[in-house]
């Protein structure tokens, strides 16, 4: 017997709905593309000239894609540079990491060697957009990144504070803790400086460095860091 014409008529239904939810799914794949496309070079962009020499337009160029597309996925340029800042910190020591380390079997001082290596292994050994796009901030801050950074940059700090706290004898919420960890940080600080292509010159010379060279002042940092702490514990102690 042949089949009733409304199982035709269903067949054709079924074959257009199947179209239709692979069309959407292949636009949503495509929107997904062209937002990681953009915050791609966004990212390269600001890095290379910093967010204010950075224009829509130039993006769009890098990407290979139509203006509008800015506005479309992110609303704005500055919702665009929101998403770059929120890559940037995703990339450099994931939330997801610091809590493997605190949750490591292992002891306060190896846990913050951990730490120092995880940042050092990204901020000194890679030419990552993410870093460079990070220094800028450090060395001038955008309102966009304060903002930003309020809440998650505090959300990454205080599991770190925690360890050092545990190491130091003291409460996380006790102002000698983030006292330590600023003066623990600084000298990192003013390395990665150091790395960035206009400020090597000024700080000590050591930008280009090969990386056998690198690391030993990275490790002599470390040490110089510890010995710092380990001095202040000794001393609130007395």
Same mark, same amino acid.
């Given at each position: 017997?042949?089949?009733?014409?409304?199982?035709? +008529?269903?067949?054709?239904?079924?074959? #257009?709905?199947?179209?239709?939810?692979q069309h959407k799914k292949s636009s949503r794949e495509d929107g997904e593309e062209t937002k990681e496309k953009l915050?791609?070079?966004?990212? *390269?962009?600001?890095?290379?000239?910093?967010?204010?020499?950075? /224009?829509?337009?130039?993006?769009? *160029?890098?990407?290979?894609?139509?203006?509008?597309?800015?506005?479309?996925?992110?609303?704005?340029?500055?919702?665009?540079?929101?998403?770059?800042?929120?890559? %940037?910190?995703?990339?450099?020591?994931?939330?997801?990491?610091?809590?493997?380390? %605190? $949750?490591?079997?292992?002891? !306060?001082?190896?846990?913050? =060697?951990? +730490? =120092?290596?995880?940042?050092?292994? #990204?901020?000194?050994?890679?030419?990552?957009?993410?870093?460079?796009?990070?220094i800028r901030e450090l060395v001038n801050p955008s309102t966009i990144f304060m903002e930003y950074a309020d809440h998650?940059?505090?959300?990454?700090?205080?599991?770190?504070?925690?360890?050092?706290?545990?190491?130091?004898?003291?409460? !996380?919420?006790? *102002?000698?803790?983030?006292?330590? +960890?600023?003066?623990?940080?600084?000298?990192?600080?003013?390395?990665?400086?150091?790395?960035?292509?206009?400020?090597?010159?000024?700080?000590?010379?050591?930008?280009?460095?090969? #990386? $056998?060279?690198?690391?030993?002042? /990275?490790? =002599?940092?470390?040490? +110089? %860091?510890?010995?710092?702490?380990?001095?202040?514990?000794e001393e609130w102690k007395k």
């Open positions: 017997p042949r089949p009733h014409p409304a199982f035709y +008529f269903s067949h054709i239904r079924f074959k #257009e709905a199947s179209h239709g939810l915050i791609e070079c966004a990212g *390269r962009l600001i890095a290379a000239q910093g967010y204010d020499r950075t /224009t829509s337009k130039e993006i769009c *160029r890098l990407a290979g894609v139509n203006l509008a597309s800015v506005n479309y996925h992110f609303g704005s340029r500055e919702g665009l540079y929101r998403a770059v800042l929120e890559n %940037v910190c995703e990339h450099i020591m994931p939330l997801p990491t610091i809590l493997g380390v %605190v $949750k490591a079997p292992l002891s !306060a001082r190896e846990k913050l =060697m951990k +730490f =120092m290596d995880m940042y050092i292994k #990204e901020a000194f050994f890679s030419n990552s957009w993410q870093i460079q796009v990070s998650t940059i505090r959300e990454k700090l205080n599991p770190v504070l925690a360890v050092l706290a545990d190491y130091m004898g003291l409460p !996380a919420t006790d *102002r000698r803790v983030s006292q330590c +960890f600023l003066a623990a940080i600084s000298p990192f600080l003013i390395f990665l400086l150091s790395s960035h292509h206009q400020l090597g010159h000024l700080f000590y010379g050591l930008s280009g460095k090969e #990386e $056998k060279k690198l690391k030993e002042e /990275t490790d =002599m940092i470390k040490t +110089f %860091v510890m010995a710092g702490v380990d001095r202040m514990v």
